[in-house]
């Protein structure tokens, strides 16, 4: 240990959870010895003194409580979720889901490379949002562009849009069509009401339809049933200023069940280059309600909603025909927006199956660049039936209308305002049993008609083999497209603006004419599942993908313009498809029980990408460098390990390491981070925790945004506090 004014804890010394907790505050976990330590600065003020005294106020205060015990005659708390170090890994193994062949199976008998996070992995984890908890799932990038912005992506092409990527909240689709891409900054409930997240790495286009093309994440939350009674969470440190919850659930007769949620943030803002607060600090308020009926036997109905409102800061690097041409400023962001979704279930004596959905959204966002306003109507059906003993049949149908209206700024210009798009959807898909109950081939195509490239098909032949009880292989073949989105059709974007010759500026546009077609991707897929013994599990993915007809930025012929004034040079650039390339790479997770009180989990994915220019491609060579970079723009290598470590029932100790690779096509170096939490629940109602995040580093960048708007910013270490009772 350093030198220290403080007594030194004789070795061999055991602390309860109340001395851990008062020797943190009290600066203890600085004694560190920083010569053989010295990225592990712990003790500096900045960092742990203030936020850590403030979180150990909330959790001592907490601890002080003295609970009235419960009458006899009130309803029973509800339980914390069962420890997940009690359960054998078998049985999570069977875990029920539902993303990739829209029916419960077995996590084990499912044909992709799926991966879910429980809700005892994101309690644990210590994660505060929906975005940051999915830096557990193996093969997916995550990547924190600014305090309110984030890069999210599966098997490459990392951006703030991620277009690839299709995310649904209960089976809600939340990408917006303006750039095909998601607003994660809105992409919020209590973390306590997620069930579970399923993620699928590679195509899902064949159910779920265009824009899952390199993976669907599915956030499922609770049933109501298991929701009842209430709960209160607050909490605050560093970066986290102050957060709190409120949910209660409950009942009306036997068969229906209820909960309301409100909850609150306020975030501080992430670091710059020099260390300096970024300005993009944020806060948001959201509320909303779910309710589960079930009037008959066999049949039920789902209806849950929600509102939102928030504002947030940034950092925007603008251009400018004057000098200095490109220059920073602060920027707000303005958010707000609120949901329906509607679903009756009936399932047959005969094992058949039917399903409608409605849902409505709309939402309205406006900052510095644009502002949007989006209305969204989706309808969807889907019924499923076996066929004789040998077809498991599922089909469906799908309408979906959007309406917009963007507002267009001195960067952005809209050729159409205002516009409505519709989308027809079918699909079909068959399971049959080649080899009963061992070898099973599931094949079928999705069929869409959208109003930029009319009809699309997207099929898919997948193979499971139960080799012996408890090792499967599995390997699919598909067909995916990434349909255009209303950016690429319509919106002309100032990409840059330049000095030039005899003084006359140089302003580069790109802009969506409707040249730009589908993206299209043939993937081939291998997996292999193996639960080794009762503690030990592995789970392998391999892929090759061939993308043909990216996105690729064509020049156009330069022009003197006079307006916007001063008279510049206008060099455009146009949005096609002569972009091609080649993916490859593979994920491993594995999940292993030492003993009963302590779990390690991990993952690592490795990923090669490879891009060129078809020969008739005229892009000049500041594009080209640009495009041919996407393949230097995911780190070859990510790694993770979590532990999850119980002292005793009621004090627990999780620890998370991420290893992320460089991203040289960013000029991001690889980066370690070490997150901590520490958990403890003196009483059934009530837990406490402490969360300790990126310990490695002052402060790092994760990634840098593909345009001027918004500016990149830093993330340093943090710390907080919450509790949470149940009543």
């Not at 193996?138 to 600014?146: F, K």
């Not at 929701?227 to 036997?254: C, D, I, N, P």
């Not at 644009?370 to 049949?393: A, I, M």
């Not at 490695?696 to 340093?716: I, M, N, T």
Request: charged share 20%; proline share 6%; glycine share 10%.
């Amino acid at each position: 240990m350093g030198a220290s004014s403080m007594t030194p804890i004789p070795a061999g010394t055991r602390l309860g959870p109340y001395e851990i907790v008062a020797l943190i505050g009290a600066g203890g976990m600085g004694q560190v010895d920083r010569a053989r330590h010295p990225r592990l600065d712990l003790a500096a003020p900045d960092f742990f003194r203030r936020p850590i005294r403030r979180a150990v106020t909330v959790l001592l205060c907490a601890a002080c409580l003295n609970l009235p015990a419960p009458s006899q005659t009130s309803q029973p708390p509800q339980k914390l979720p069962a420890d997940l170090t009690e359960v054998a890994l078998e049985e999570l193994m069977n875990i029920e889901i539902t993303s990739v062949a829209k029916r419960e199976q077995k996590l084990s008998d499912a044909p992709a490379a799926v991966y879910v996070l429980t809700k005892e992995d994101i309690r644990r984890s210590g994660a505060t949002s929906i975005a940051e908890a999915l830096r557990m799932v193996p093969g997916l990038q995550v990547a924190r562009i600014n305090a309110n912005v984030w890069a999210i992506s599966s098997r490459g092409f990392a951006a703030r849009y991620s277009n690839k990527m299709l995310v649904l909240v209960d089976g809600r689709s939340v990408y917006t069509p303006t750039f095909s891409g998601v607003f994660w900054d809105v992409q919020d409930m209590m973390l306590e009401d997620i069930d579970r997240i399923e993620v699928i790495r590679g195509p899902g286009g064949t159910l779920w339809g265009a824009n899952a093309v390199n993976g669907v994440i599915n956030i499922i939350s609770k049933h109501a049933k298991d929701t009842q009674g209430g709960l209160v969470s607050a909490g605050g440190g560093s970066e986290e200023e102050g957060f709190g919850g409120l949910r209660y659930g409950g009942k009306v007769g036997s068969r229906a069940h209820y909960r309301v949620y409100s909850k609150y943030f306020q975030r501080d803002a992430l670091l710059t280059e020099t260390g300096q607060p970024a300005a993009d600090g944020w806060h948001a308020a959201r509320g909303g309600f779910r309710a589960d009926w079930e009037p008959a036997e066999g049949h039920s109905i789902t209806m849950l909603g929600d509102l939102y409102g928030q504002r947030e800061g940034q950092i925007a690097s603008r251009y400018s025909l004057r000098p200095p041409f490109t220059e920073n400023a602060e920027d707000q962001v303005r958010a707000s927006g609120g949901n329906l979704l509607t679903r009756w279930r009936q399932l047959s004596d005969n094992g058949s199956e039917t399903a409608l959905q409605f849902y409505y959204d709309r939402y309205r966002r406006s900052e510095s660049v644009y502002g949007e306003r989006r209305h969204t109507v989706d309808l969807d059906f889907q019924h499923r039936r076996t066929l004789g003993s040998r077809h498991d049949l599922l089909w469906g149908l799908g309408y979906r209308f959007t309406s917009d209206r963007i507002t267009e700024s001195a960067v952005i210009r809209i050729h159409t305002p205002s516009r409505g798009d519709q989308l027809f959807s079918a699909f079909l898909q068959d399971e049959i049993p080649l080899l009963t109950d061992r070898l099973f081939l599931t094949f079928g195509s999705k069929f869409e008609h959208n109003d930029y490239t009319g009809l699309e098909v997207q099929p898919s032949v997948q193979l499971l083999w139960r080799l012996r009880p408890r090792h499967t292989a599995w390997g699919s073949i598909s067909r995916a497209v990434r349909t255009p989105s209303r950016g690429e059709d319509g919106i002309q974007y100032g990409f840059a603006a330049l000095p030039g010759p005899v003084g006359i500026p140089i302003l580069v546009t790109l802009t969506g004419d409707g040249r730009f077609r589908s993206e299209h991707l043939r993937a081939q897929e291998l997996g292999y599942r193996l639960q080794a013994t009762r503690r030990l599990s592995l789970d392998l993915a391999s892929f090759y993908n061939a993308y043909n007809k990216l996105i690729s930025a064509e020049p156009g012929a330069p022009s003197l313009v006079p307006s916007p004034p001063p008279l510049h040079l206008a060099v455009p650039a146009y949005l096609e498809n002569k972009l091609r390339g080649e993916t490859y790479g593979g994920e491993i997770s594995a999940a292993w029980l030492p003993v009963e009180r302590w779990k390690l989990a991990g993952g690592y994915a490795g990923l090669r990408m490879q891009f060129r220019l078809s020969p008739d491609s005229t892009t000049a060579s500041f594009f080209s460098s640009q495009l041919e970079s996407q393949e230097r723009q995911s780190p070859r290598h990510q790694l993770h390990l979590r532990s999850y470590f119980d002292f005793t029932r009621t004090l627990q100790l999780d620890t998370a390491v991420y290893h992320v690779g460089s991203v040289s096509g960013l000029a991001i170096p690889s980066y370690t981070r070490l997150d901590l939490r520490v958990g403890w629940h003196p009483v059934e109602r009530l837990d406490l925790s402490l969360g300790l995040q990126n310990l490695l580093d002052a402060r790092h960048p994760e990634f840098v945004s593909e345009s001027l708007h918004p500016k990149s910013s830093e993330v340093g270490r943090s710390a907080y506090g919450k509790i949470t009772w149940r009543f």
